[in-house]
């Protein structure tokens, strides 16, 4: 069961910035724990995009970015290309455990 | 190089049994707490489990709360996922994934396909 919300779909033409919002409540990004976010291509298996809110891995372009805000967080891409067309889950943690958004599919139009 | 390998996937009838396993390589694999995460069909991510590197902390998701058990071996870099009573709604991807340095995965596996059907 997802306790963080997501929007399921959003679009855009390539070029364009996107944003995709991660809704939590005070258990888990309010209560002060990070928010993490991850990239799964069709039929693999997720890959890490965004740690400790803002932070990018080794190799992941700086088009993507996020951010956190009170009980909620954020991630960007800005200048949308084809190869990121996927989908995107944020992550936080509570005291019950790891937790997951909903998911969202970003198609490049 | 970080290696995950999942296995034991499979088919299995409703209140059935399986264990999973996950091999891991390329990194200090006592030091790391390791996560069970898995994916239904055409859905989202949840979370099953975790397990410290040292064992002393383990929790489970609700839904699998009285008939999964996480567990190690550090000696052999492997971890496992005893899943008993098993239900048509555990039909998902198995992934092992590594905890970096803040609660975040680090590394994934490639997953391993548990189906529960009659």
């Known amino acids: 069961q997802s306790v963080l919300t997501q929007p399921p779909s959003v679009s855009g033409a390539p070029g364009q910035r996107v944003t995709i919002s991660c809704a939590g409540s005070s258990s888990n990004i309010g209560a002060g724990y990070d928010v993490h976010w991850y990239q799964q291509l069709p039929g693999t298996a997720p890959k890490l995009l965004i740690y400790g809110n803002s932070n990018r891995p080794s190799g992941v372009p700086d088009r993507f970015s996020g951010s956190k805000s009170g009980t909620s967080a954020s991630l960007a891409i800005s200048g949308l290309q084809a190869e990121d067309e996927a989908d995107y889950y944020c992550q936080s943690y509570s005291l019950s455990g790891y937790v997951f958004g909903t998911g969202t599919k970003v198609t490049v139009l | ?118």
């Open chain 2, 1 to 118: 190089e970080v290696q995950l390998v999942e296995s034991g996937g499979g088919l299995v009838q409703p209140g059935g049994s399986l264990r999973l396993s996950c091999a891991a390589s390329g990194f200090t694999f006592s030091s790391y707490t390791m996560n069970w995460v898995r994916q239904a069909p055409g859905k989202g991510l949840e979370w099953v489990s975790y397990i410290s590197g040292s064992t002393s902390n383990i929790n489970y998701a609700d839904s699998v709360k009285g008939r999964f058990t996480i567990s190690r071996d550090n000696a052999k870099n492997s971890l496992y996922l005893q899943m008993n009573s098993l239900r048509a709604e555990d039909t998902a991807v198995y992934y092992c994934a590594r905890v970096g340095s803040g609660w975040f995965y680090d590394y994934w596996g490639q997953g391993t396909l548990v189906t529960v059907s009659s």
